[in-house]
């Protein structure tokens, strides 16, 4: 995805409130008030189930965990959250375990996604948990063919955190798949550098502007994510 993690990539101590990311950056145990980004930017929330992207699009957003259809922020931003396809699918599908028509939100989801990038000029803000690589393709290439940058901001927690996370908002993810999520996780931050490793990049790689690693207390820590007027 980009270059492994070095001296050069870390924040020191005296991390600037606000931070304008560039390339890969990580601000594990920082202390951040705003990152910024251009006004054209898709940025990707990404993480485990569990790891807190929904709570960051509600915090930061204002995208409300009852929300059926995407948010418009007063800024202009739009936040797809997978949970508003949710919410909106379960009046005709909530009858029936939602192990079953999973597959449909996560097909709406993505069609939401390339619909916005697609039909709006402004900022998108994106729920997904980027461990799969067909969506970070299909994702960068959406973003490629409106002509945006692709930002990142990948939520890192262990995953007893994650799984905690799950049992808190009453939405758990099978043991099976929840291991699958976690292990390519953490290839996909080994492939980073952000575990202490020197490891070759990612050799399909997802083409960001940045990417933005942030551990809880950081993400919690940050209190408004701005971009910038066109």
Request: net charge positive; charged share 20%; glycine share 6%.
């Amino acid at each position: 995805m980009t270059p492994p993690l070095d001296s050069s990539s870390a924040v020191p101590a005296s991390t600037p409130r606000i931070i304008t990311p560039i390339a890969l950056l990580d601000l594990r145990a920082s202390e951040v008030e705003e990152l910024r980004y251009p006004s054209t930017t898709v940025l990707v929330f990404a993480g485990v189930p569990g790891a807190g992207k929904s709570t960051a699009l509600h915090r930061l957003f204002g995208s409300g965990p009852d929300a059926e259809e995407p948010v418009r922020t007063a800024s202009g931003a739009l936040i797809l959250d997978s949970h508003h396809t949710r919410n909106r699918l379960r009046h005709r599908l909530g009858w029936a375990p939602y192990s079953l028509w999973r597959p449909l939100v996560h097909l709406a989801h993505y069609r939401a996604i390339r619909d916005a990038l697609r039909d709006n000029d402004g900022p998108v803000a994106i729920h997904d948990c980027a461990t799969f690589r067909w969506s970070r393709r299909l994702i960068t290439r959406w973003t490629t063919q409106s002509h945006r940058e692709l930002h990142m901001v990948l939520i890192d927690v262990p995953a007893e955190q994650a799984r905690s996370g799950q049992i808190s908002r009453g939405r758990s993810v099978n043991n099976l798949a929840f291991t699958g999520h976690c292990r390519r996780w953490e290839t996909m931050m080994d492939s980073l550098g952000a575990r202490g490793t020197l490891l070759a990049p990612d050799p399909q790689p997802l083409s960001c502007t940045s990417v933005v690693i942030i551990d809880r207390p950081t993400l919690h820590a940050v209190s408004r994510i701005a971009f910038d007027p066109a």
